[in-house]
């Protein structure tokens, strides 16, 4: 639900190939790139850009995330950004973030949880609450679910039990 009830571990099993694009995409370039390697760091995922092959090239696009800028007028009004994934039991094969141009400072972040696999807008200080501290990066407990979300010790498909428990473990080893 909205406020993150706990489901069942859904994450990539794979490493990240990414591109952004979009009417605007090359304008933001940079700091999405950014926003990405801080969240594939947290998890100690790897990932890396991809460019598109030229167009009418027999060439595939291999890239299994890709986060598109529009310019604003092209998303509806009520949809700042959204995420869309994809899974296949229950490991994510591709995600697609859109964003208007004005916004991507207010939603990259918040959309690369989801799009990690992370659910849900859990209150508390994390870049997923919908009133959040703040937007601009992730924060201490942004890191610490991705890292927990990405722990060896789980597996996708894992139970929200195995991740309470690894999560619990993290934040008990944090205290001592």
């Given at each position: 639900?909205?406020?993150?009830?706990?489901?069942?571990?859904?994450?990539?099993?794979e490493?990240?190939?990414?591109?952004?694009?979009?009417?605007?995409?090359?304008?933001?370039?940079?700091a999405i790139?950014?926003?990405?390697g801080?969240?594939?760091?947290?998890?100690?995922?790897?990932?890396?850009?991809?460019?598109?092959?030229?167009s009418?090239?027999?060439?595939?696009?291999?890239?299994n995330?890709a986060?598109?800028?529009?310019?604003?007028?092209?998303?509806?009004?009520?949809?700042?950004c959204?995420?869309?994934?994809?899974?296949?039991?229950?490991?994510?094969s591709?995600?697609?973030?859109?964003?208007?141009?004005?916004?991507?400072?207010?939603?990259?972040?918040h959309?690369?949880?989801?799009?990690?696999?992370?659910p849900?807008?859990?209150?508390?200080?994390t870049?997923?609450?919908y009133f959040?501290?703040?937007?601009?990066?992730?924060?201490d407990?942004?890191?610490?679910?991705?890292?927990?979300?990405?722990?060896r010790?789980?597996?996708?498909?894992?139970?929200?039990?195995?991740?309470?428990?690894?999560?619990g473990?993290?934040i008990?080893?944090q205290?001592?």
């Amino acid at each position: 639900d909205q406020r993150g009830s706990p489901q069942v571990l859904t994450r990539w099993d794979e490493p990240l190939r990414f591109r952004v694009g979009g009417p605007q995409g090359a304008r933001h370039r940079a700091a999405i790139a950014a926003a990405v390697g801080r969240a594939v760091e947290a998890a100690g995922l790897a990932a890396s850009e991809v460019t598109l092959p030229p167009s009418g090239s027999a060439a595939k696009d291999t890239t299994n995330l890709a986060l598109l800028v529009f310019d604003d007028e092209d998303l509806d009004d009520h949809t700042p950004c959204d995420a869309q994934l994809q899974t296949l039991d229950a490991s994510l094969s591709y995600a697609r973030i859109r964003m208007r141009t004005s916004q991507v400072w207010d939603c990259v972040n918040h959309e690369l949880m989801h799009a990690m696999g992370v659910p849900g807008h859990p209150s508390g200080k994390t870049v997923l609450s919908y009133f959040p501290w703040r937007q601009d990066k992730l924060l201490d407990l942004d890191r610490l679910l991705l890292s927990v979300w990405y722990d060896r010790a789980l597996q996708s498909g894992a139970s929200p039990f195995e991740v309470l428990w690894i999560g619990g473990q993290r934040i008990a080893g944090q205290s001592a």
